[in-house]
């Protein structure tokens, strides 16, 4: 008996969980994530939910006048398993278990700080113990998301329809909050289809009848492939055409394209990656080709009515912890407004996740996952980059001075 009241009190005092006290935070501009501007309130919160937005709620807690609070962002697409060993490079076969999850546990701790509360890791086994020791406050990290091991290699290129059903079913008894299917190779490998339509009609129709939503790595002519099939979102989508996204937005299908910081990331760690698997001087090259290209489809992606482009970054080894800088290529190199980039990150992105009900706001009754930024990301969107506070689920993990904060010039390819 003492040892589970220590073990309680642990966790209380660690996790914050076993909070009854309100907790007021005053504010004097909030982006309530849904596009909406609030000024001068207070936002109260009580066992790890949002209760009430009012301007007279006593005594103040924290004091977040003079920042920009955010509910938390969303990133709906990252790779938290991916990691440098020890000798500094991807792919090191030299470490050990023990260093592996250390990276990973470090990999979840800089994503929190930097202002990201969800994030849907796609996918990696490794995820399912991640998402259970954040989730239990045993490890400081988002909320997480995971697909378990994506769709994709021989078994998936050359089963029937079936077989492919079977393996939709299979994810989801291991534990997959949604299916992650690769219709591509990668652009280091050329990008072409690798999946036929009844192939895809199979695998994206399986996972809506069992619940799941369907993430779809897609280029070219993939992009309309996993459209027709029903498919929950595609990423990428790098040489979809203006038709493409136009379908898009007539099915529902949401969109997650990367405008920069993926790419970025790789050429900034070129030599950390290079020699393993497809990271050959051919994929750099074939990488730094597309820079343009994936321009061009997100300015169209923010120009087609109607089409839903939520925020997900891709980010691998090197970019935990600089997932913000890609509402920074949004911004600056493809023209998106600065406010719905937040939205984008984070009611829009809260809808794809099906999870409108829980985060993606700052509402009564939703998680308190809330952050302040040193500066005005409406005007300067820079400021994404000075996360000064951070709360999930009612528990504060970062409350630092503004001054603290060093400001992150950001990486150039």
């Known amino acids: 008996m003492r040892v589970k009241l220590a073990a309680l009190l642990i966790a209380c005092a660690v996790t914050g969980f076993c909070q009854s006290k309100p907790i007021v935070i005053a504010a004097s501009t909030v982006l309530d994530g849904t596009g909406k501007l609030v000024h001068n309130t207070r936002i109260v919160v009580q066992d790890g939910k949002i209760v009430r937005l009012d301007p007279n709620a006593q005594p103040i807690t924290y004091d977040l006048r003079g920042l920009t609070v955010v509910p938390g962002w969303i990133d709906c697409h990252v790779h938290l398993t991916w990691h440098f060993g020890p000798n500094g490079k991807y792919g090191d076969r030299n ?8 990276a990973i546990a470090s990999n979840a701790w800089l994503t929190l700080m930097a202002g990201f509360t969800t994030v849907q890791s796609v996918g990696a086994p490794g995820d399912i113990p991640l998402r259970a020791a954040t989730a239990a406050g045993i490890l400081p990290g988002p909320r997480i998301l995971t697909a378990v091991h994506p769709l994709t290699g021989k078994g998936a290129e050359t089963g ?35 999946l036929s339509q009844e192939q895809l009609d199979a695998a994206c129709g399986e996972a809506n009848k069992l619940g799941l939503r369907t993430l779809v790595h897609a280029y070219k002519d993939a992009v309309r492939m996993a459209t027709l099939a029903g498919c929950t979102q595609i990423e990428h989508g790098t040489f979809a055409t203006p038709d493409d996204l136009k379908l898009m937005a007539e099915r529902g299908t ?44 997100v300015r169209l992606a923010f120009q087609t009515k109607g089409l839903k482009v939520v925020f997900g970054t891709d980010a691998v080894a090197g970019a935990d912890g600089r997932n913000a800088e890609e509402f920074i290529d949004r911004v600056r190199d493809c023209g998106q407004d600065p406010m719905q980039a937040m939205v984008a990150a984070n009611s829009l992105a809260a809808e794809s996740l099906r999870m409108q009900d829980q985060i993606g706001s700052i509402a009564p ?49």
């Open 95 to 102: 470490e050990t278990p023990q260093q592996a999850e250390l």
């Open 254 to 297: 949401y969109f997650d394209p990367q405008a920069g910081l993926v790419i970025e990331n790789y050429l900034l760690f070129k030599d950390r990656y290079l020699g393993s698997g497809n990271f050959t001087e051919e994929g750099f090259n074939n990488m730094h080709s597309v820079i343009d290209a994936d321009h061009q489809v």
């Open 160 to 194: 029937t329809p079936d077989q492919i059903r079977e393996i939709i079913r299979q994810t989801k008894s291991q534990g997959a909050d949604l299916i992650k299917i690769f219709a591509s190779k990668s652009i280091r490998d050329g990008a072409a289809p690798t």
């Open 365 to 413: 009754g939703l998680r308190a996952d809330i952050i302040a930024l040193s500066g005005d990301p409406l005007h300067d969107i820079t400021a994404v980059r000075r996360v000064t506070f951070v709360m999930k689920d009612g528990v504060v993990y970062k409350n630092v001075a503004p001054s603290s904060i060093p400001e992150f010039a950001g990486v150039q390819p």
